[in-house]
């Protein structure tokens, strides 16, 4: 059995970092989903049919999309205006993120990102990133404030950070579950 309130949190904290970080537009919003991290974060194992179906018929307070397959095999879900604006209005933002996102917006250093991990929960993880690409991952290992996976670099003038679900980041990285050794 596929438990769409999970894709619904996914979907809803997808659009509200993104909130967070540009503002809000009353548009539509299409988000692009591999049927395998669907099944994953829905605890089902349907068939690309079988869940644009149940992303068509899931309905909640805050959330109505629309589901259909993309080009290149991904699973679109686009997102109605309307459930933008309820996401805008109803779901109140994570101290956590705005703090982060508006200190990442004003430039600030890998040093001032790990403090506000800390500043939410003393136990955060700061350990150096699995590959080149990164400089730290970031993350909280009881999943408070949230259970994300945070990728980040120093760049010119600031940071910039990648946001992964679990799931996405250890398919990403399953050799490196983010045991490195703490900076």
Same mark, same amino acid.
């Given at each position: 059995? @596929?438990?769409?309130?999970?894709?619904?949190?996914?979907?809803?904290?997808?659009?509200k /970092?993104?909130?967070?970080?540009?503002? +809000? @537009?009353? =548009?539509?919003?299409?988000?692009? !989903?591999?049927?395998?991290?669907? =099944?994953?974060?829905?605890?089902g194992?349907? @068939?690309?049919?079988?869940m644009?179906?149940?992303? &068509?018929?899931?309905?909640?307070?805050?959330?109505?999309?629309?589901?259909s397959?993309?080009?290149?095999?991904?699973?679109?879900? @686009?997102v109605?205006?309307e459930?933008?604006?309820?996401? %805008?209005?109803?779901?109140?933002?994570?101290?956590?993120?705005?703090?982060?996102i508006?200190a990442? $917006?004003e430039?600030c250093?890998? /040093?001032?990102?790990?403090?506000? +991990?800390? $500043?939410?929960?003393? =136990?955060?993880?700061?350990?150096?990133a699995? &590959?080149?690409e990164?400089?730290?991952?970031? !993350?909280?290992?009881?999943?408070?404030?949230?259970?994300?996976r945070?990728?980040?670099?120093?760049?010119?003038?600031?940071?910039? !950070? %990648?946001? +992964?679900? *679990?799931?996405d !980041?250890?398919?990403?990285?399953?050799?490196k579950?983010?045991? =490195?050794?703490? *900076?």
């Amino acid at each position: 059995m @596929t438990e769409l309130i999970k894709l619904e949190q996914n979907i809803t904290d997808t659009i509200k /970092e993104s909130q967070i970080k540009l503002g +809000f @537009t009353p =548009n539509a919003v299409t988000l692009f !989903y591999p049927l395998d991290s669907l =099944n994953a974060i829905t605890g089902g194992e349907l @068939t690309t049919e079988e869940m644009i179906k149940a992303i &068509d018929e899931y309905k909640s307070e805050i959330l109505s999309c629309k589901a259909s397959l993309a080009q290149d095999g991904r699973i679109a879900v @686009t997102v109605s205006e309307e459930s933008v604006r309820a996401i %805008h209005e109803k779901v109140e933002a994570s101290p956590f993120l705005v703090e982060f996102i508006g200190a990442v $917006k004003e430039g600030c250093s890998l /040093e001032r990102a790990a403090e506000i +991990f800390r $500043k939410y929960n003393k =136990n955060a993880v700061i350990t150096a990133a699995p &590959d080149d690409e990164f400089d730290l991952l970031a !993350y909280f290992p009881d999943g408070e404030p949230d259970g994300c996976r945070y990728c980040l670099q120093d760049d010119l003038g600031g940071i910039t !950070y %990648h946001r +992964f679900t *679990k799931l996405d !980041y250890d398919a990403l990285y399953p050799e490196k579950s983010g045991d =490195n050794t703490e *900076k």
